[in-house]
């Protein structure tokens, strides 16, 4: 009879504990999110990754880069002239080699879902925590396709031992739930943001006890989130800055966008003001041109780099800006308006550069900033009274290379056989295959339906693909040989030798 009771009662033991592991795995992923949830449990997902299989120890590894553009580019250049070390002895002593000589990048701009800054905007900072989301797991998973009109995706990448957020909203929306992810995941794999670099980098420029103001110029939405003016005031009290130090906001609408060309905020193509211009404007709301202040602008009009209704510029009830220095021009006034206005404001020292697009713009930024210090009206100094002759430009990749550079040296896991020279370059375009997405004449998704999707409805709105001549504008392909040179070579390194860009048709090859 005891053996008859022992056989009857395993099956059901063994039934019970069945379920209560299963409620224990309900109970583990209940707090998930949807995306976390793809990327950790869902098998069957596209966007799953097997981190039992994932060796982030590796040295060998890539390093993973992520932006909402190409804007990320300039964080990645930081990390590719660095050098502040010997390579053979790891002491603080350049040696004229790039400390990340040997190791390999891989880099993805998010171009389909940008700009993330206007994301706060439409109330949908939701969904850009999930496209953040959606960069990571790129860098984490092997998956990419050939090229935009390809069916089926290729594995053959490697995924990363570090991870690099290179744009300042993803930073400052997304780096918690990042980090989330990865301590979900089991991978120790470190995940450095620009925002605490650039606010560490920045007050180094002041001493203890020196008073001034600093000038936080980035997207709408990282000036929305307060990550750098509060970063900056619990470091300058954990670090023990005595003086008066001030931050002044100047969130500067459509810069990243006029960067990478988004038709809502530049059309070189245009001579007349456009229906579909979304940018400062006499009439804006949130971000007006003061005719008032025309002769601090000095925009420049030459060709068609301002539209205007009437033939005078001095009769214009339509003015639209069309190109990124006056769009610098704007914003720079608008920042040191608020300065002029403010009845304790410190002299601006410093200026960080918070969004990864603005130092592609740099030089408009000193000459724009230089002009104003001498600008003049019924012979007074406009300016000069909230401005040190010398105003600091930060660009806080330069902190972000050391953070890296540390986190490698000491957990021993610098690439001791790599090279730069096969670090590979992806960019986001549309999913033409996605019977559900919405995109306009060029190719890009609407307006509307860019910010109009919901959280939590996880498909292929878009496709990775290298980059390539047919996703990356002439204008922008130009700009990058220019401001970024060490950087380009190696895209042109990729886009020439490198298997992954073998489907590519040659034309569209950026040589």
């Known amino acids: ?47 799953y990754v097997d981190v039992k299989h994932y060796d982030a120890s590796d040295p060998t590894l890539p390093i993973g880069i992520f932006d909402s553009g ?40 998010d171009q389909a879902n940008m700009p993330y800054g206007n994301y706060y905007s439409e109330s949908k900072s939701e969904l850009l925590v999930e496209h953040v989301l959606k960069d990571v797991q790129f860098l984490l998973s092997n998956n990419y396709y050939p090229q935009a009109s390809s069916t089926g995706f290729l594995t053959d990448k490697k995924p990363v031992k570090a991870i690099v957020i290179a744009c300042n909203t993803a930073t ?86 006029a960067v990478d060309q988004e038709p809502g905020f530049i ?18 709301l949130q971000h007006p041109i003061d005719k008032s202040l025309m002769d601090s602008y000095r925009f420049d009009f030459t060709a068609n780099k301002m539209l205007c209704d009437a033939a005078d510029r001095d009769d214009c009830d339509v ?31 410093a200026l960080v550069l918070g969004c990864t697009h603005y130092p592609y713009l740099i030089k408009a930024i000193r000459s724009k900033l230089d002009e104003l210090y001498n600008y003049q009206r019924n012979g007074a100094y406009v300016y000069r009274h909230v401005m040190r002759r010398e105003i600091h430009i930060i660009d806080p990749a330069e902190n972000v290379a050391a953070e890296l550079y540390g986190y490698l040296a000491d957990a021993s896991r ?11 370059f992806y960019i986001t375009v549309p999913n033409k295959h996605n ?12 307006y509307a339906y860019k910010y109009g999707r919901n959280v939590g409805e996880i498909q292929e709105y878009v496709k990775v693909v290298p980059f390539s001549r047919s ?31 073998h489907p590519v048709p040659v034309k569209d090859r950026i040589q």
């Open 1 to 47: 009879m005891k053996i008859v009771q022992y056989v009857i009662l395993a099956p059901l033991a063994l039934l019970l504990l069945s379920c209560i592991e299963q409620n224990e795995r309900a109970n583990a992923t209940a707090d998930l999110d949807p995306m976390t949830y793809a990327i950790l449990v869902d098998s069957s997902s596209f966007y």
């Open 70 to 109: 190409t804007g990320g580019l300039t964080v990645m250049d930081a990390l590719v002239r660095y050098d502040a070390h010997s390579n053979q002895s790891q002491l603080d002593s350049a040696d004229g080699v790039s400390d990340f000589s040997r190791e390999r990048f891989i880099y993805l701009a």
């Open 172 to 257: 400052a929306y997304a780096k918690d739930h990042v980090q989330k992810l990865i301590d979900r995941s089991g991978l120790d794999i470190p995940v450095i943001g620009v925002i605490d670099a650039g606010s560490r980098g920045v007050l180094e420029v002041f001493d203890k006890a020196e008073s001034g103001t600093i000038g936080v110029f980035a997207t709408v939405g990282t000036i929305a989130s307060k990550g750098y003016e509060n970063t900056i005031l619990a470091l300058k009290q954990q670090l023990g800055y005595r003086g008066e130090i001030q931050v002044y906001n100047q969130g500067g609408y459509g810069v990243a966008e």
């Open 267 to 284: 059309d070189y193509d245009a001579d007349q003001p456009r229906e579909d211009y979304l940018g400062p404007s006499l009439s804006h």
């Open 319 to 349: 003015l639209q800006i069309n190109s990124t220095d006056n769009y610098v021009r704007y914003h720079l006034v608008s920042l040191l308006e608020q300065l002029r206005k403010a009845p304790d404001a410190q002299p601006l020292k």
């Open 414 to 424: 610098f690439n001791p056989q790599g090279s730069m020279d096969s670090s590979e």
């Open 435 to 446: 019977n559900r997405i919405k995109t306009d004449e060029q190719g890009r998704f609407t």
């Open 471 to 501: 996703t990356i504008p002439g204008e922008t392909i130009d700009r990058m040989g220019e401001t970024i040179p060490e950087t380009f070579r190696l895209i042109q390194a990729f886009s020439d030798n490198h298997v992954k860009i």
